[in-house]
């Protein structure tokens, strides 16, 4: 699947590993994919559609409050607008 997002040109994707509980967000570098740093307070960023967010520790949490307000949240910034 990694080859193929190269060849068709994606700039970036998430990850989701349901069987450890965890999520990594990839961008296209120079050389292939390269994982992103995860940032304040452990959330991952999209660094083509700015403000677009995700927190990974709520992924896994029953219901989904606490994931759409970590989107939301990311949705009101300036660099979203």
Do not use: N
């Not at 060849?7 to 967000?25: L, P, S």
């Not at 960023?45 to 949240?73: E, M, N, Y």
């Amino acid at each position: 699947k990694k080859k193929d997002d190269e060849a068709a040109g994606v700039q970036e994707y998430v990850v989701i590993r349901v069987a450890d509980a965890t999520a990594e967000w990839f961008r296209r570098g120079t050389d292939g994919f390269v994982e992103l740093p995860s940032g304040k307070g452990g959330m991952l960023q999209s660094i083509v559609f700015p403000g677009i967010r995700l927190d990974p520790k709520t992924l896994f949490v029953p219901g989904f409050t606490r994931l759409a307000a970590a989107t939301r949240k990311g949705l009101a910034t300036p660099e979203h607008a």
